[in-house]
Nanobody, 115 residues
Framework: QVQLVESGGGSVQPGGSLTLSCAASGRILRPNTVAWYRQAPGKQRELVATSGSGGTTNYADAVKGRFTISRDNAQNTVSLQMDSLKPEDTAVYYC?????????WGQGTQVTVSS
């Protein structure tokens, strides 16, 4: 079993920055893909960014150039650096881990961007 715990959410003004972190524990297998998703009120959950075991990253068009995903395989952590935040980035952000025989989610952390 795998547990994912997110931290770092909060409230910020437009143009500000936040860093989300996700710590994984349990039986971590490789290769795997870690990702951040988000879900705004009344909307479906959407993919924000992914990072493969080899370091390949992908981003949703809405966050390209503003968000950066990074992973530390030794520490089993993944971070999401969010810069130039916009009100439309407001959502609950979820950490996700896909690995052989498993797909795991964190509990989510709220990010609110408002003036």
């Amino acid at each position: 079993q795998v547990q994912l715990v997110e931290s770092g959410g909060g409230s910020v003004q437009p143009g500000g920055s936040l860093t989300l972190s996700c710590a994984a524990s349990g039986r971590i297998l490789r290769p795997n893909t870690v990702a951040w998703y988000r879900q705004a009120p009344g909307k479906q959950r959407e993919l924000v960014a992914t990072s493969g075991s080899g370091g390949t990253t992908n981003y949703a068009d809405a966050v390209k150039g503003r968000f950066t995903i990074s992973r530390d395989n030794a520490q089993n952590t993944v971070s999401l650096q969010m810069d130039s935040l916009k009100p439309e980035d407001t959502a609950v952000y979820y950490c996700n881990l896909k690995q052989p025989l498993g797909n795991y989610w964190g509990q989510g952390t709220q990010v609110t961007v408002s003036s």
